[in-house]
């Protein structure tokens, strides 16, 4: 590759760095093309995508972005996902893809420019995903008020039952 296609390479790499909202460094050794590209089709459907790229390329598109702590894990045969919204999608998609294809390793993973080791990125990937914690906050939110009004409710009610029990008592 020249000159100029490496730095459009760096440059489009910086790019989609800067775009990126997580990151996730894994080696693909031994990965056939066919179950690399089903892992790719499937970051895809979440808008996330997988970047395979040379390490010193990679290493000089990650300066200056909030990326920079993947430097040291930039070795052998890397590649990149990036994902643009959630960031807990692809963390699900590749722990599972690497559960079925043990010769897919994640390395680590770097979110809002804090580095994420393995295990960070497997309790990341047990996370429910955005719609379902929003359901629960929505749920969360909404009972207050339901039980408050219903605090308010029994006074009343309760009010009416010793007035029936009085008038009860007193035709009797």
């Known amino acids: 590759m020249n000159r100029q296609g490496k730095v459009s390479v760096v440059e489009d790499l910086s790019g989609k760095l800067e775009k990126a909202k997580i ?27 997988i970047q395979v790229a040379k390490n ?60 994420l080791n393995v295990s960070d990125l ?10 379902v914690l929003l359901g629960q906050l929505l749920s969360a939110m909404n009972g207050v008020p339901t039980n408050f009004v219903r605090v308010l409710n029994a006074l009343p009610t309760k009010l009416v039952y010793a007035l029936q029990a009085v008038k009860d008592q007193k035709e009797q």
Do not use: W
């Open 56 to 115: 010193t390329l990679m290493r000089r598109a990650i300066e200056g972005t909030s990326f920079e702590s993947m430097h040291d894990s930039l070795t052998g045969t890397t590649a990149v996902t990036m994902s643009y919204e959630d960031p807990v999608t692809p963390a699900k998609i590749l722990t599972k893809f690497a559960q079925d294809h043990p010769e897919l390793e994640i390395r680590m993973g770097c979110l809002d420019g804090k580095s």
């Open 23 to 49: 990151a996730i460094v894994t080696d693909y050794r031994g990965m056939t093309v066919s179950s690399f590209e089903e892992l790719r089709r499937e970051l895809k459907k979440s808008n996330a995508e």
């Open 122 to 131: 497997e309790a990341l990937s047990k996370l429910p995903s955005k719609e």
